[in-house]
C-alpha cells in the first residue's frame, strides 16, 4: 500500500495550502514595516544613502521602512540574510557590487544568482584617481608617463584588496604597461589620509575624495565613469585621457529568492519614484552620489552578466596581488 502522507506529497499539499495566502499578502502589500538591510556601519555614506532611499519609498508605498545596519563580510551580510528569509517583501537588502564578487574570493552562504530577487539599482559609485594636492603630476598622462619611467615606485591606495579602486588600478596598469604598486587600506578615510601624509603617491577613491578636492588639498586626475561627472567638475574622464579604464559600481536593493512578481513590480516602481524624488535626489548630491536606475528585468540582467564577469575579473586582481 502506497504512503498516503509522503514526504512529496506533504510538501505539495503544503505549498497548495498557502499558496492563497501569498497571493492575498502581495495584493494587500505593504500592510506593515519594511525593513531593508544596510551592510555597511551606521554613519558612512551608503548607510545615509540606504536610510534617504528608505524614506522616499516609504512615502510612496504610504508605509514605514526601517534600516537594519549588518557590516561585515565585505559588504555581503544582506544577501547572506536574504537566503533565510521569507519572501514576503517585508525584509530586502541593499545590493553592493561586491556581491558578485565575493563567491569568487571565499566560500559564501548565498548564490548571487539563485538566492536573490533583484528589484531595482538606484545610485551608483565614481571611483577617482587621486594625488596630493602638492604632488607636482597634474594630469593621467603624467601619471603614466612617471610609473613608466619610475617602475613600481607608484604607490597606489585604495580601501582594500579585490575592490572596485582596485579594478581601475589594474585596468590602467594593464591598458598603459605602467607598473603600480597597491596598497590596501581599510577604507578610503584611510588611504585619503596616507595619501595626505605622504605615505603613498596616489589613491584610487569613491566620491568621499570631494571634500578634499574642494578644499584643495587633493587632485582629482580622472574618474572611472562613461561620462564627466558633476560633483567632479573639470575632471576628464580616464576615456577622454585617452586610457579604456570604465568601472561602474551601482548600488540596488534586492530581496529573497521567490519575492512575488507583484511586489517585485510594487518595490521597483517605489524605487523609480525615488531617482525622482527632490529629496533623495538633494541627500545623494551632498555626496556627489549620481543616479543610476534599472528596474527589476535590466538589473537582473545585469547580475547575471556581472557574475559571469567577476570570475576572469577576480583572476587578474590576483594576478596583481601577487
Known amino acids: 500500500m502506497k504512503n498516503l502522507f509522503s514526504p512529496i506529497k506533504f510538501i505539495n499539499i503544503?505549498?497548495?495550502?498557502?499558496?492563497?495566502?501569498?497571493?492575498?499578502?502581495?495584493?494587500?502589500?505593504?500592510?506593515?514595516?519594511?525593513?531593508?538591510?544596510?551592510?555597511?556601519?551606521?554613519?558612512?555614506?551608503?548607510d545615509l544613502i540606504g536610510r534617504a532611499l528608505g524614506e522616499s519609498m516609504g512615502r510612496y508605498l504610504k508605509q514605514t521602512i526601517v534600516i537594519e545596519n549588518k557590516p561585515g563580510a565585505a559588504g555581503s551580510m544582506g544577501a547572506q540574510e536574504m537566503v533565510r528569509t521569507r519572501p514576503d517583501g517585508y525584509k530586502l537588502t541593499l545590493a553592493p557590487h561586491g556581491i558578485f564578487r565575493q563567491p569568487y574570493l571565499q566560500k559564501t552562504r548565498y548564490d548571487p544568482i539563485k538566492d536573490l530577487t533583484y528589484i531595482a539599482s538606484f545610485s551608483t559609485y565614481d571611483f577617482a584617481l587621486v594625488v596630493d594636492a602638492k604632488s607636482?603630476?597634474?594630469?593621467?598622462?603624467?601619471?603614466?608617463?612617471?610609473?613608466?619611467?619610475?617602475?613600481?615606485?607608484?604607490?597606489?591606495?585604495?580601501?582594500?584588496?579585490?575592490?572596485?579602486?582596485?579594478?581601475?588600478?589594474?585596468?590602467?596598469?594593464?591598458?598603459?604597461?605602467?607598473?603600480?604598486?597597491?596598497?590596501?587600506y581599510k577604507g578610503d578615510a584611510e588611504a585619503i589620509t596616507a595619501l595626505l601624509g605622504g605615505h603613498i603617491k596616489a589613491a584610487i577613491t569613491t566620491n568621499s575624495i570631494l571634500p578634499y578636492m574642494e578644499a584643495g588639498t587633493a587632485r582629482v586626475l580622472a574618474v572611472a565613469s562613461k561620462q564627466r561627472l558633476k560633483a567632479f567638475d573639470g575632471v576628464p574622464t580616464f576615456t577622454e585621457a585617452g586610457y579604456p579604464v570604465v568601472i561602474p559600481?551601482?548600488?540596488?536593493?534586492?530581496?529573497?529568492?521567490?519575492?512575488?512578481?507583484?511586489?517585485?513590480e510594487k518595490l521597483d516602481a517605489a524605487v523609480a519614484a525615488a531617482v525622482k524624488d527632490p529629496v533623495f535626489l538633494k541627500a545623494i548630491a551632498a555626496y556627489g552620489i549620481q543616479t543610476y536606475y534599472m528596474n527589476h528585468k535590466e538589473y537582473a540582467e545585469f547580475a547575471a552578466k556581472t557574475f559571469a564577469e567577476e570570475k576572469d575579473i577576480v583572476g587578474k586582481m590576483n594576478e596583481d596581488n601577487k
Open 249 to 264: 559600481s551601482p548600488l540596488g536593493l534586492a530581496g529573497p529568492k521567490g519575492l512575488p512578481a507583484e511586489i517585485v
Open 14 to 46: 503544503a505549498l497548495l495550502a498557502i499558496a492563497p495566502c501569498l497571493a492575498h499578502a502581495a495584493g494587500n502589500y505593504p500592510d506593515k514595516p519594511i525593513s531593508i538591510v544596510v551592510p555597511y556601519a551606521a554613519g558612512g555614506s551608503t
Open 136 to 184: 607636482p603630476i597634474k594630469t593621467v598622462k603624467e601619471f603614466v608617463d612617471y610609473a613608466k619611467q619610475h617602475p613600481d615606485e607608484i604607490s597606489v591606495g585604495t580601501p582594500g584588496r579585490f575592490t572596485g579602486n582596485q579594478m581601475v588600478m589594474v585596468e590602467l596598469g594593464n591598458a598603459t604597461g605602467a607598473k603600480l604598486t597597491h596598497v590596501p
